[in-house]
C-alpha cells in the first residue's frame, strides 16, 4: 500500500495553495481531505493544485437560517429532491453552469473521473433536484464519515440550488452531522449562514470527527 504524503499546511501559500501535481486517486482524496487539504485545478492546461485556505468557508447547523422569501418557497415547493441517484450528472451538470466572471470550469475531466471513484467507493455523495423527471438542480461532495463537504452546485430553474443545499443540511442535522465544509463562502451560503473560520480553527477540529460512519447511513430517510 502507497503512503500519500503533502507538505505541512503551515507551508501553504498566502492563497492557500499547499502543492502542485499528484493525482485523484481514493487513498489521495482521503488523506488530502483529512488533513484539511482539497483539489482546485486552476486551468485544465496547469497541473493538479491542492489548496488549504485560510480563512475556511463553514456553515455550521446551529447558526443555520433561512430568509423570508425562501420560506415561502418552501409552502409551494415545485420540486422532488433524492440523494446520490445521479451523481454523475450532477457533476457535469456543475462543470457545464456558466459561472460569472470565469471563463471555464475548475471541474475538469479529471477531477469528474476521481470524484465518480469516490462516490463509487461511498465517500462522495449527491443531492438531486428534479421537476418531475428533469434535473433542475443539485449538489455534489465529499462525505467521510461525519465529515461532509459541499463542492460545488448548479441550478436550472429558480431556487432549486438552494433547495438542494437546504435538503442536505437538514438530514445531515438529523443524524447528528453540525457542520458543511464550504471550503469558500459563496452568497447562496452566506444566506444560509455560512462564514469564515481562522484555518486553524478548522484544522484543529479534524481531530474531533467520527470518521468511520458510512455514506448509507447518513442519506437513508
Given at each position: 500500500?502507497?503512503?500519500?504524503?503533502?507538505?505541512?499546511?503551515?507551508?501553504?501559500?498566502?492563497?492557500?495553495?499547499?502543492?502542485?501535481?499528484?493525482?485523484?486517486?481514493?487513498?489521495?482524496?482521503?488523506?488530502?481531505?483529512?488533513?484539511?487539504?482539497?483539489?482546485?485545478p486552476?486551468?485544465?492546461?496547469?497541473?493538479?493544485?491542492?489548496?488549504?485556505?485560510?480563512?475556511?468557508?463553514?456553515?455550521?447547523?446551529?447558526?443555520?437560517?433561512?430568509?423570508?422569501?425562501?420560506?415561502?418557497?418552501?409552502?409551494?415547493?415545485?420540486?422532488?429532491?433524492?440523494?446520490?441517484?445521479?451523481?454523475?450528472?450532477?457533476?457535469?451538470?456543475?462543470?457545464?453552469?456558466?459561472?460569472?466572471?470565469?471563463?471555464?470550469?475548475?471541474?475538469?475531466?479529471q477531477?469528474?473521473?476521481g470524484?465518480?471513484?469516490?462516490?463509487?467507493?461511498?465517500?462522495?455523495?449527491?443531492?438531486?433536484?428534479?421537476?418531475?423527471?428533469?434535473?433542475?438542480?443539485?449538489?455534489?461532495?465529499?462525505?467521510?464519515?461525519?465529515?461532509?463537504?459541499?463542492?460545488?452546485?448548479?441550478?436550472?430553474?429558480?431556487?432549486?440550488?438552494?433547495?438542494?443545499?437546504?435538503?442536505?443540511?437538514?438530514?445531515?442535522?438529523?443524524?447528528?452531522?453540525?457542520?458543511?465544509?464550504?471550503?469558500?463562502?459563496?452568497?447562496?451560503?452566506?444566506?444560509?449562514?455560512?462564514k469564515?473560520?481562522?484555518?486553524?480553527?478548522?484544522?484543529?477540529?479534524?481531530?474531533?470527527?467520527?470518521?468511520?460512519?458510512?455514506?448509507?447511513?447518513?442519506?437513508?430517510?
Open positions: 500500500m502507497r503512503r500519500v504524503v503533502f507538505p505541512p499546511i503551515e507551508e501553504a501559500t498566502e492563497d492557500g495553495l499547499v502543492a502542485i501535481g499528484g493525482d485523484l486517486e481514493i487513498d489521495t482524496l482521503q488523506t488530502a481531505y483529512k488533513q484539511g487539504i482539497f483539489p482546485w486552476i486551468s485544465v492546461e496547469l497541473p493538479l493544485a491542492w489548496f488549504s485556505p485560510d480563512p475556511r468557508g463553514v456553515l455550521e447547523f446551529q447558526e443555520f437560517h433561512v430568509s423570508r422569501s425562501f420560506e415561502k418557497f418552501l409552502k409551494k415547493n415545485p420540486y422532488t429532491v433524492t440523494f446520490n441517484q445521479a451523481f454523475s450528472e450532477v457533476i457535469r451538470a456543475c462543470a457545464a453552469i456558466p459561472r460569472k466572471g470565469q471563463r471555464d470550469t475548475w471541474i475538469t475531466p477531477i469528474i473521473k470524484y465518480e471513484k469516490l462516490f463509487e467507493f461511498g465517500e462522495a455523495y449527491s443531492v438531486d433536484v428534479w421537476q418531475e423527471d428533469r434535473l433542475v438542480g443539485g449538489l455534489y461532495g465529499v462525505v467521510m464519515g461525519e465529515f461532509v463537504s459541499g463542492e460545488s452546485m448548479f441550478m436550472k430553474e429558480d431556487n432549486a440550488s438552494k433547495l438542494a443545499l437546504y435538503s442536505l443540511i437538514n438530514i445531515l442535522s438529523s443524524k447528528g452531522i453540525q457542520r458543511l465544509d464550504t471550503q469558500m463562502v459563496t452568497p447562496v451560503v452566506e444566506q444560509f449562514g455560512g469564515y473560520i481562522p484555518r486553524k480553527q478548522f484544522i484543529k477540529s479534524l481531530k474531533d470527527v467520527n470518521w468511520t460512519r458510512r455514506r448509507e447511513e447518513i442519506f437513508s430517510i
